[in-house]
């Protein structure tokens, strides 16, 4: 089975890298007081997180968001076709809930599709050694023991369609999917992110701070 790594892709309302928002467990009065970058205890470890609260609102510094994925530390951002997408696929979903998007400059909402808060269950992610090829891989570990990939081969027995991989370095976490999740997802109309093939995929150097629209931007 041929497989692909998710790649961020910059496009109207998909901003790339780092996304500038403040996901709230309720739309405050004055978006525009709110402080991009603070962390709530609510949804902050997301090994303790067992679901979200309903009537959340994330804050965004865009003036559109039309992207089909993007994530935050603990969690991802998925637009309502996505979300559906990941689920025919039995893609493992801990928890999700609705989100208003709101501009904290223009105080309204700003996209017409339906976004989730969600959290990936741990059944999405499979081990090292269950998903990697390590003999057609090359791989290295960090200082902190997280795995980096220069080559990623995954084994011929993995039967899922999209699924992530435990412990990789946070610059090369990213979503794998199989050729047929690929064509599912253009059928869809995905946006903000592309698909990779394995085979050629560059990934970033972990020291490096710089962007090569060529390497592999994460997804998760």
Known sequence: MKYYAVTQKKERGCPIGYLNAVLYDHCPEHPESIQHGMVYPWYADKKNLKSFPSGMCLMVKEKLIDFSIRSDASHQYLREDFLHLLQDFGAGIKDFKEILVVSNAHKKEITEAKYFASIFSSE????????????????????????????LKINTDVKMDVFGIESLEPKHNTIICSEKFVTAAKKVGVKGVDFVDLDVAKWPDVNSFSYDPKEILAIL
Do not use: G, H, N, P
């Open 124 to 151: 999405f992610y499979l081990s090292e050694s269950a998903a990697i090829d390590r003999s057609a891989s090359v791989l290295e570990k960090d200082e902190f023991d997280f795995l980096t990939l220069k080559k």
